[in-house]
Protein backbone atom coordinates (compact mmCIF):
# COMPACT_ATOMS: atom_id res chain seq x y z
CA UNK A 1 0.00 0.00 0.00
CA UNK A 2 2.00 3.11 -1.02
CA UNK A 3 0.74 5.92 0.58
CA UNK A 4 2.75 8.59 -0.99
CA UNK A 5 2.93 8.56 -4.51
CA UNK A 6 5.66 10.03 -7.17
CA UNK A 7 4.28 9.05 -10.18
CA UNK A 8 7.26 10.76 -12.37
CA UNK A 9 10.32 9.16 -12.27
CA UNK A 10 12.43 11.29 -13.73
CA UNK A 11 12.22 15.18 -14.92
CA UNK A 12 14.35 17.68 -17.35
CA UNK A 13 13.84 21.02 -16.93
CA UNK A 14 15.79 23.93 -19.08
CA UNK A 15 18.22 26.42 -16.92
CA UNK A 16 16.09 29.67 -15.53
CA UNK A 17 12.41 27.64 -16.36
CA UNK A 18 10.06 26.69 -13.43
CA UNK A 19 10.15 23.16 -12.00
CA UNK A 20 7.05 21.02 -10.87
CA UNK A 21 7.59 18.28 -8.72
CA UNK A 22 4.45 16.14 -7.64
CA UNK A 23 3.58 14.13 -5.18
CA UNK A 24 -0.18 12.01 -4.55
CA UNK A 25 -1.34 10.84 -1.22
CA UNK A 26 -3.89 8.75 0.27
CA UNK A 27 -4.15 9.32 4.05
CA UNK A 28 -6.07 12.72 4.71
CA UNK A 29 -4.68 12.36 8.10
CA UNK A 30 -0.83 13.37 8.04
CA UNK A 31 -0.01 16.42 9.42
CA UNK A 32 3.10 17.51 7.98
CA UNK A 33 4.47 16.72 4.51
CA UNK A 34 8.54 17.36 3.80
CA UNK A 35 10.41 17.43 0.69
CA UNK A 36 14.17 15.97 0.62
CA UNK A 37 16.49 16.43 -2.09
CA UNK A 38 19.00 13.88 -2.54
CA UNK A 39 22.16 13.69 -4.28
CA UNK A 40 24.31 10.88 -5.71
CA UNK A 41 26.39 8.99 -2.62
CA UNK A 42 24.70 11.44 0.11
CA UNK A 43 22.16 11.48 2.68
CA UNK A 44 18.58 13.19 1.45
CA UNK A 45 18.77 16.71 2.65
CA UNK A 46 15.79 18.23 4.31
CA UNK A 47 14.33 21.25 1.90
CA UNK A 48 11.03 22.36 2.59
CA UNK A 49 8.01 21.51 4.50
CA UNK A 50 4.35 22.36 5.11
CA UNK A 51 1.58 22.13 7.37
CA UNK A 52 -1.73 20.20 6.60
CA UNK A 53 -3.42 23.68 8.12
CA UNK A 54 -2.05 25.51 5.15
CA UNK A 55 -2.12 25.35 1.34
CA UNK A 56 1.32 27.33 0.70
CA UNK A 57 4.91 27.73 2.04
CA UNK A 58 7.71 29.68 0.29
CA UNK A 59 11.51 29.77 0.67
CA UNK A 60 13.53 31.09 -1.60
CA UNK A 61 13.15 29.77 -5.21
CA UNK A 62 11.48 26.47 -3.69
CA UNK A 63 7.72 26.69 -2.87
CA UNK A 64 5.17 24.11 -2.21
CA UNK A 65 1.44 24.14 -2.49
CA UNK A 66 -0.78 22.27 -0.68
CA UNK A 67 -4.17 20.54 -2.48
CA UNK A 68 -6.18 18.72 0.71
CA UNK A 69 -9.55 18.44 -1.31
CA UNK A 70 -7.55 16.51 -4.11
CA UNK A 71 -4.81 15.01 -1.84
CA UNK A 72 -1.64 16.40 -3.61
CA UNK A 73 1.40 18.71 -3.21
CA UNK A 74 3.61 20.18 -5.53
CA UNK A 75 7.30 21.42 -5.10
CA UNK A 76 7.92 24.58 -7.23
CA UNK A 77 11.96 25.62 -8.21
CA UNK A 78 12.04 29.03 -9.81
CA UNK A 79 14.34 29.52 -11.38
CA UNK A 80 16.05 25.79 -11.49
CA UNK A 81 19.90 25.69 -11.80
CA UNK A 82 22.09 23.09 -12.41
CA UNK A 83 23.03 22.35 -9.12
CA UNK A 84 19.39 21.81 -8.49
CA UNK A 85 19.45 18.48 -10.39
CA UNK A 86 19.05 15.64 -7.35
CA UNK A 87 16.62 13.39 -6.54
CA UNK A 88 13.59 14.64 -4.81
CA UNK A 89 11.83 13.05 -2.18
CA UNK A 90 8.39 13.89 -0.48
CA UNK A 91 7.59 12.45 2.60
CA UNK A 92 4.50 12.70 4.51
CA UNK A 93 4.03 12.43 8.73
CA UNK A 94 1.09 11.76 10.88
CA UNK A 95 2.30 11.58 14.24
CA UNK A 96 3.43 8.17 15.05
CA UNK A 97 7.09 9.03 14.61
CA UNK A 98 7.18 7.82 11.62
CA UNK A 99 7.65 9.42 8.05
CA UNK A 100 6.62 7.56 4.55
CA UNK A 101 8.84 8.51 1.70
CA UNK A 102 7.69 8.56 -1.66
CA UNK A 103 9.81 6.64 -4.33
CA UNK A 104 11.86 10.22 -5.91
CA UNK A 105 12.12 11.93 -8.82
CA UNK A 106 14.85 12.89 -10.72
CA UNK A 107 15.13 16.34 -11.96
CA UNK A 108 17.99 17.21 -14.44
CA UNK A 109 18.34 21.13 -15.07
CA UNK A 110 19.74 21.26 -18.16
CA UNK A 111 22.72 24.56 -18.80
CA UNK B 1 29.58 19.20 14.83
CA UNK B 2 29.28 16.37 12.57
CA UNK B 3 25.42 15.73 12.59
CA UNK B 4 24.89 11.80 11.85
CA UNK B 5 27.92 9.70 10.91
CA UNK B 6 27.74 6.14 9.58
CA UNK B 7 30.15 3.35 9.47
CA UNK B 8 31.38 1.74 7.16
CA UNK B 9 30.57 3.79 3.80
CA UNK B 10 31.12 0.01 2.06
CA UNK B 11 30.91 -3.47 2.62
CA UNK B 12 30.37 -6.82 0.56
CA UNK B 13 29.26 -9.42 3.02
CA UNK B 14 28.79 -13.11 2.25
CA UNK B 15 25.67 -14.64 2.50
CA UNK B 16 25.17 -16.08 5.88
CA UNK B 17 27.38 -13.57 7.44
CA UNK B 18 26.70 -10.68 9.94
CA UNK B 19 27.49 -7.52 10.83
CA UNK B 20 26.93 -4.35 12.59
CA UNK B 21 25.96 -0.86 10.49
CA UNK B 22 27.24 1.82 13.49
CA UNK B 23 25.42 5.29 13.40
CA UNK B 24 26.60 8.12 15.63
CA UNK B 25 24.51 12.16 16.16
CA UNK B 26 25.93 14.45 18.59
CA UNK B 27 22.37 16.44 17.94
CA UNK B 28 21.14 15.52 21.01
CA UNK B 29 18.05 14.36 19.77
CA UNK B 30 15.96 11.58 20.98
CA UNK B 31 14.41 10.06 17.91
CA UNK B 32 16.77 8.16 15.64
CA UNK B 33 15.70 5.94 12.19
CA UNK B 34 17.14 3.21 10.06
CA UNK B 35 15.68 3.14 6.78
CA UNK B 36 17.00 1.33 3.66
CA UNK B 37 16.47 2.13 -0.34
CA UNK B 38 16.51 -0.23 -2.71
CA UNK B 39 17.22 1.07 -6.40
CA UNK B 40 13.90 2.84 -8.01
CA UNK B 41 12.44 3.18 -4.36
CA UNK B 42 11.69 5.46 -1.75
CA UNK B 43 13.36 5.13 2.04
CA UNK B 44 11.75 1.84 3.96
CA UNK B 45 11.51 2.58 7.83
CA UNK B 46 13.22 -0.88 9.15
CA UNK B 47 13.74 0.72 12.80
CA UNK B 48 13.23 3.69 15.11
CA UNK B 49 13.95 4.65 18.46
CA UNK B 50 12.41 7.90 20.47
CA UNK B 51 15.10 7.48 22.97
CA UNK B 52 17.70 5.37 24.90
CA UNK B 53 16.17 2.15 25.65
CA UNK B 54 13.04 2.06 23.88
CA UNK B 55 13.11 1.33 20.31
CA UNK B 56 10.48 -0.35 17.81
CA UNK B 57 9.96 -2.07 14.24
CA UNK B 58 8.97 0.13 11.46
CA UNK B 59 7.77 -1.61 7.90
CA UNK B 60 10.68 -3.91 6.91
CA UNK B 61 12.26 -5.24 10.49
CA UNK B 62 12.57 -8.86 9.34
CA UNK B 63 16.18 -9.63 9.25
CA UNK B 64 17.62 -6.70 11.62
CA UNK B 65 18.05 -6.07 15.03
CA UNK B 66 19.11 -2.42 17.25
CA UNK B 67 20.07 -1.29 20.32
CA UNK B 68 19.61 1.65 21.70
CA UNK B 69 21.87 2.24 25.00
CA UNK B 70 22.81 5.75 24.84
CA UNK B 71 21.24 8.82 23.02
CA UNK B 72 24.02 9.06 20.59
CA UNK B 73 24.33 5.46 18.62
CA UNK B 74 21.86 3.39 17.12
CA UNK B 75 23.95 0.32 15.80
CA UNK B 76 21.66 -2.18 13.15
CA UNK B 77 22.41 -5.53 13.41
CA UNK B 78 22.61 -8.49 10.14
CA UNK B 79 22.09 -11.84 11.77
CA UNK B 80 22.25 -13.96 8.70
CA UNK B 81 23.11 -11.64 5.72
CA UNK B 82 20.97 -12.45 2.34
CA UNK B 83 21.09 -11.45 -0.92
CA UNK B 84 17.31 -9.37 -0.32
CA UNK B 85 19.33 -7.03 2.02
CA UNK B 86 21.28 -5.65 -0.50
CA UNK B 87 20.42 -2.00 -0.19
CA UNK B 88 21.37 1.29 0.85
CA UNK B 89 20.64 2.04 4.35
CA UNK B 90 20.86 5.77 6.24
CA UNK B 91 20.34 6.40 9.43
CA UNK B 92 18.20 9.44 10.46
CA UNK B 93 17.67 11.68 13.48
CA UNK B 94 14.98 14.82 14.50
CA UNK B 95 14.09 16.24 17.62
CA UNK B 96 10.68 14.60 18.43
CA UNK B 97 8.66 17.19 17.11
CA UNK B 98 5.74 16.86 14.49
CA UNK B 99 6.70 16.96 11.72
CA UNK B 100 10.42 18.47 12.50
CA UNK B 101 12.47 17.15 9.58
CA UNK B 102 14.87 14.06 9.62
CA UNK B 103 18.85 14.81 9.40
CA UNK B 104 20.65 11.84 7.45
CA UNK B 105 23.74 10.32 7.46
CA UNK B 106 25.58 9.72 4.71
CA UNK B 107 24.50 6.58 4.30
CA UNK B 108 25.88 2.85 3.86
CA UNK B 109 26.07 0.65 0.77
CA UNK B 110 25.78 -2.96 1.36
CA UNK B 111 25.74 -5.47 -0.86
CA UNK B 112 25.13 -9.34 -0.26
CA UNK B 113 26.99 -12.05 -2.77
Known amino acids: DQQVKQNSPSLSVQEGRISILNCDYTNSMFDYFLWYKKYPAEGPTFLIS?????DKNEDGRFTVFLNKSAKHLSLHIVPSQPGDSAVYFCAAYKGTYKYIFGTGTRLKVLA | NAGVTQTPKFRILKIGQSMTLQCTQD?????MYWYRQDPGMGLKLIYYSVGAGITDKGEVPNGYNVSRSTTEDFPLRLELAAPSQTSVYFCATNSGSGGDTQYFGPGTRLTVL
Open chain 2, 27 to 31: MNHNY
Open chain 1, 50 to 54: ISSIK
